[in-house]
């Protein structure tokens, strides 16, 4: 299970650490990448993600209003909306993608949804984008 | 609507010229012998092309920055694409009036009817400042004040007009019938196969339009990673950046997508492209609610937010 993180320096990154410091069980196979806001993102990154052979693309920042930059998440929400609508209509899963909003503190809940995220991608068909 | 009707093209060229002369317009945005769009001082030459080899916008748009006063005559699409410009910041509407035809659809290079032009919802602009129309006699009407200005300064006989409404049934079937071609990765695959990855489908379109794309930067190409796989022929490395440029194309503009269809024209290895992104952009102007070209004032979707909205996503 390949799981690539998109993680907002000030909220999901650091409850990724908090999680680590709880000795919380996280997926293994999670590849966490420190981005400077969720709403630095772009798609293109997902996508390549999703192309190279990612079972799964997490693009977590900090919860909506509460964002580093003001409204940094509010436009990531916004862009992932549209990558999950182009995946959709092209008939490429969008549960592989998924967008959660988890501050610092919250080292469990970012465990949880990890794992819960992981769990999930097993059941769904896998990730064919790099088997041609 | 307010317009005036004219017997011959003839008659409206002289007005508009006479106007030139007496320094009201600078120049004319009209077509050369292939169909490439020019500016002229004065009205001469084709006005509409015969042949739909390459949009308007980005030249007008362009010119538009002098703030010369000019008279550019736009296809329905053209005028959606400028109108998206103007959004970009690329494009200034100051003294510029924008003439836009109510179209019935052109022929493409080989001179036979196109397909996006078969399929088009796009007949009559949305936001334009006169329309015109052929057909019995000219028609010219003024959709907003400055085109009423010009509009006053023309001879002509007076009437009230109004813009046809178009179908959208083919249109509609079209985008059903592509996009269950085009599921999965294996269907994607399929469509892409042919792509030769020249960009071509991204110079030509008339709203891909930042001065400097990411897939032609150093970071996207100078990597190596393309140049590397074609060095090593490794056809499933490059059918993935393949995949990349186009799924990467189609989000970041694909709301934007007017549907003009040059990009499939300009295809050298006849990938359906212009399909691709019908359903690209048919899929994200539901979402977003956005019709490109609709209105000047109203946002890009991407550049924009809401509080409350879009609760499924996160």
């Known amino acids: 299970m390949r799981i690539v993180g998109f993680l907002c320096r000030w909220c ?4 990724a650490d908090t999680a680590g410091l709880m000795r919380k069980a996280q997926e293994a196979g999670f590849v966490p990448q420190l981005v400077p806001c969720s709403g630095a993102v772009d798609g293109l990154s997902v996508l390549r993600a999703l192309i190279d052979g990612a079972d799964g693309v997490l693009v977590a920042g900090c919860h909506l209003g509460s964002c580093h930059y003001l409204e940094g998440n509010f436009r990531a929400r916004r862009r992932m909306a ?38 999930k991608l097993q059941k769904e068909q896998k990730n064919e984008g790099k088997e041609v | 609507m307010r317009a005036k009707k004219f017997e011959d093209i003839d008659d409206l060229v002289l007005g508009l010229n006479k106007l030139a002369e007496e320094g009201r317009i600078e120049g004319f945005c009209v077509r050369d012998e292939s169909g490439r769009p020019v500016v002229l001082r004065r009205l001469e030459g084709t006005i509409f092309p015969k042949r739909y080899v390459m949009s308007a916008a980005p030249l007008v748009a362009r010119w538009s920055t002098s703030r010369l006063p000019l008279v550019a005559f736009l296809l329905p699409c053209e005028t ?31 001179g036979e009817e196109r397909v996006a032009c078969k399929v088009c919802r796009r007949r009559i602009a949305q936001s334009t400042d006169i329309h015109i129309a052929f057909g019995d006699g000219v028609v010219v009407a003024a959709a907003t004040e400055k085109g009423e200005e ?75 990673a393309v140049w590397e796989a074609r060095i090593k022929s490794d056809a499933a490395e490059f059918a993935r950046e393949v995949l990349w440029f186009h799924l990467g194309r189609a989000f970041h503009m694909s709301f934007m997508c007017v549907g003009c269809g040059l990009c ?37 979707p991407l550049s924009v937010f809401e509080r409350d909205e879009l609760d499924d996503v996160g």
């Open chain 1, 12 to 15: 999901a990154y650091a409850a």
């Open chain 1, 82 to 119: 549209l990558i999950k609508t182009l995946l959709d209509t092209f008939g490429l899963n969008p549960e592989h993608l998924k967008v959660a909003w988890i501050s610092a503190g919250e080292g469990e809940r970012f465990a949880n949804v990890l794992n819960e995220f992981a769990k």
């Open chain 2, 80 to 110: 959606a694409a400028f109108v998206e410009l103007v959004k970009l910041k690329q494009a200034m509407l100051d003294n510029l009036t924008v003439v836009s035809l109510v179209c019935e659809g052109l022929a493409g290079r080989d």
């Open chain 2, 150 to 224: 010009l509009l006053d300064a023309l001879g002509g006989q007076d009437l009230e007009w109004e813009p046809p409404t178009a179908g959208t049934q083919a249109y509609e079937a079209f985008i059903a019938e592509k996009r269950s071609k085009m599921q999965g990765w294996e269907g994607l695959r399929s469509l892409f196969a042919e792509c030769i990855l020249c960009h071509n489908c991204m110079r030509v379109c008339p709203v891909c339009a930042c001065a400097h794309c990411y897939f032609e930067s150093q970071k996207a190409q100078g990597s190596g």
């Open chain 2, 264 to 300: 499939g024209d300009a295809c050298p290895a006849e990938v359906d492209v212009f399909g691709f992104f019908a359903v690209a952009s048919d899929a994200a102007r539901k979402r977003f609610a956005y019709e490109a070209g609709r209105d000047v004032d109203e946002p890009l």
